[in-house]
């Protein structure tokens, strides 16, 4: 049975042959367009959970590479789009809300830190650790998981979620929490 029949039919050690033979290249490329290690890893997990959760749509005739590279492709376009849509909505938000001698500023930036941390403490507890850590305190996947004694693949899981969370909460929260780092 081909690799692409296991994968349809939900085999998950086909999966996991499949992203430990080419979740280096993926990166890779991710890196390559991003520049941001944080994003790709983000848009790696991305990736392979759209690549499983689309297994059904695989096709027999192309090869796995070749349709993890197409995939990959897109996230990262999606991602890269998105991210330049979000850059110009805070311009048009700056312009629209010129700041009035720094007071106006300020106060706003309060607002957002005070709405940023009640939607940090809604998460649950390990995802709100893992945001804090790795979005507030700038730690990396790696040293998340070697703090809380988990794997780096639960750590993005949980990062993932907390951002899928936040997502939900308010998409121009998340904009202010990109603008974090």
Same mark, same amino acid.
């Given at each position: 049975?081909?690799?692409?029949?296991?994968?349809?039919?939900?085999?998950?050690?086909?999966?996991?042959?499949?992203?430990?033979?080419?979740?280096?290249?993926?990166?890779?490329?991710?890196?390559?367009?991003?520049?941001?290690?944080?994003?790709?890893?983000?848009?790696?997990?991305?990736?392979?959970?759209?690549?499983?959760?689309?297994?059904?749509?695989?096709?027999?005739?192309?090869?796995?590479?070749?349709?993890?590279?197409?995939?990959?492709?897109?996230?990262?376009?999606?991602?890269? *789009? $998105?991210?330049?849509?979000?850059? +110009? &909505?805070? #311009?048009?938000?700056? %312009?629209?809300?010129?700041? @009035?001698?720094?007071?106006?500023?300020?106060?706003?930036?309060? *607002? $957002?830190?005070?709405?940023?941390? +009640? &939607?940090? #403490?809604?998460?649950? %507890?390990?995802?709100?650790? @893992?945001?804090?850590?790795?979005?507030?305190?700038?730690?990396?996947?790696?040293?998340?998981?070697?703090?809380?004694?988990?794997?780096?693949?639960?750590?993005?899981?949980?990062?993932?979620?907390?951002?899928?969370?936040?997502?939900?909460?308010?998409?121009?929260?998340?904009?202010?929490?990109?603008?974090?780092?």
């Amino acid at each position: 049975m081909s690799i692409q029949n296991k994968l349809i039919k939900g085999d998950i050690g086909a999966f996991e042959k499949v992203y430990n033979t080419y979740f280096q290249k993926v990166y890779g490329i991710i890196l390559k367009y991003t520049r941001d290690q944080t994003f790709a890893d983000d848009l790696l997990q991305d990736v392979f959970i759209k690549f499983w959760n689309n297994r059904s749509k695989i096709a027999s005739d192309l090869t796995i590479e070749h349709q993890l590279f197409v995939l990959t492709r897109s996230v990262v376009f999606n991602f890269l *789009k $998105k991210s330049v849509r979000e850059k +110009q &909505l805070m #311009e048009e938000y700056r %312009e629209i809300h010129p700041v @009035v001698n720094g007071a106006r500023n300020d106060e706003f930036e309060q *607002k $957002k830190i005070q709405k940023l941390n +009640q &939607l940090i #403490e809604a998460l649950p %507890e390990k995802q709100q650790k @893992v945001f804090t850590m790795h979005k507030l305190e700038g730690l990396s996947y790696e040293e998340i998981a070697e703090h809380l004694n988990i794997s780096k693949n639960t750590v993005s899981s949980h990062m993932t979620a907390a951002l899928n969370q936040l997502k939900k909460s308010n998409i121009l929260l998340l904009q202010i929490i990109f603008l974090l780092n």
